[in-house]
Nanobody
Framework: QLKLVESGGGLVQPGGSLRLSCAAP????????RGWFRQAPGKEREVIAC????????RYADSVKGRFSISRDNDKNNVYLQMNSLTPEDTAVYYC?????????????????????WGQGTQVTVSS
C-alpha cells in the first residue's frame, strides 16, 4: 500500500505560521487530486483543502479560508499546506491524502472528497 509522508508539524504560538509538506514516491499518483484533512481530539475529521492534479483548482473549508494555502509541485510529487494566522482551534493531527480516481476536487461539498491514499499524520499544536 502506497503511503504518503507528511512533515513540518510542530508547536507554534497563536498568530504564527507553519508549512506542511506531503511527499509521495516519484512516478506515483500521476493523475490525482490531493488534499489535507485534520482531526482534533474528540472532533470529527475535517477536510480542509484540496488541489486538482493541474494545480489550477483549489478549494478550502470555511474554517481555514484566507489563512491556509495549498500548493503542489508535480515534478517532485509533493503537496504543501502553508498555514498562517494559526489559532488554538487549528490544533490537530494533519493528514495528506490523494484521490487517484479524480483529477479535480469536489465541486460541491469539500467534505465529500474521496481518497484512497493517506499518510501517517503530523501533529500541529498552537499554544502560547
Amino acid at each position: 500500500q502506497l503511503k504518503l509522508v507528511e512533515s513540518g508539524g510542530g508547536l507554534v504560538q497563536p498568530g504564527g505560521s507553519l508549512r506542511l509538506s506531503c511527499a509521495a514516491p516519484r512516478w506515483t499518483l500521476p493523475n490525482s487530486a490531493r488534499g489535507w484533512f485534520r482531526q482534533a481530539p474528540g472532533k470529527e475529521r475535517e477536510v480542509i483543502a484540496c488541489i486538482s492534479q493541474s494545480g489550477e483548482m483549489v478549494r478550502y473549508a470555511d474554517s481555514v479560508k484566507g489563512r491556509f494555502s495549498i500548493s503542489r509541485d508535480n515534478d517532485k510529487n509533493n503537496v504543501y499546506l502553508q498555514m498562517n494566522s494559526l489559532t488554538p482551534e487549528d490544533t490537530a493531527v494533519y493528514y495528506c491524502v490523494a484521490d487517484s480516481r479524480h483529477l479535480t476536487c469536489p465541486m460541491d461539498d469539500l467534505a465529500t472528497m474521496p481518497y484512497d491514499y493517506w499518510g501517517q499524520g503530523t501533529q500541529v499544536t498552537v499554544s502560547s
